[in-house]
Structure formats: C-alpha cells, structure tokens
C-alpha cells in the first residue's frame, strides 16, 4: 500500500553530486532557497494521514525501489510537516540522524516529473 506519493518538482543545482554519493535530501515547497540549491524540491500528492515510515518499507523513486533500514525518530514527522527527510542510500554505517532514513538498493537516476512513493512492505 501506497501511503506517502510525490512528484519531483525541481532537483537543486549542487543536489547531484550528493545523489551520486547516495544522499537524496528531499524538500517540500515552500522551502528556503539556500535548501533549494542541495534538495530534491517535491510536491506530495498524497501525504502520510497517519501513517508512519517504518523498517522493511519501500521508498521508490521512479520505479527504482530500495529497502528501509533505519528510521530516525523525527523522520515521519518531518516528512508529514515540511516534506522534508534525508535518505542515505547504502550507507549501513552512517549514524542515524533524526530525521534520516538509511535505505538500501540502486541509487535512482532522478530527473523532475518523476515520482517517490513510500510504500508498506506488508
């Protein structure tokens, strides 16, 4: 079950090299525009009403899904408030921050149009 769906708006000018090392920083509108320049700037068409990202869950991008590991304990309402949540992608090491989520599978090759859903593994 889908419970969390958005369509990238904008990808910021220095967003790329953070992607390519697996950090995809995603931001609702409106957002300041220092975050604009390093975020992928999205605009949800379905919000969470609830539901809480979890461990085992599935965060696509694309069509590219990878695995939830991790949750930080601000992530859901961060995500829920502003649209914002960072995802380190492969990185089983990185401390988990707050507002974080560490995911594992295929970085995706994003561009604006495409869509993000979080997805229930159950």
Do not use: C, W
């Amino acid at each position: 079950m889908t419970y969390y769906r958005t369509t990238v708006v904008e990808i910021g000018p220095e967003a790329g090299e953070m992607i390519e090392a697996g950090v995809l920083i995603l931001f609702g509108e409106p957002l300041p525009e220092a975050l604009a320049e390093v975020s992928i700037v999205h605009r949800p068409s379905q919000t969470l009403s609830g539901n809480a990202v979890s461990v085992g869950d599935v965060v696509s991008f694309a069509g590219t899904d990878l695995r939830i590991d991790a949750v930080g304990e601000l992530a859901t309402r961060n995500l829920d408030d502003l649209g914002h949540v960072v995802l380190y992608i492969n990185q089983p090491d990185q401390k988990l921050l707050p507002g974080a989520v560490l995911a594992s599978g295929d970085i995706p090759d994003l561009k604006a149009g495409d869509v993000i859903e979080f997805r229930s593994s159950s």
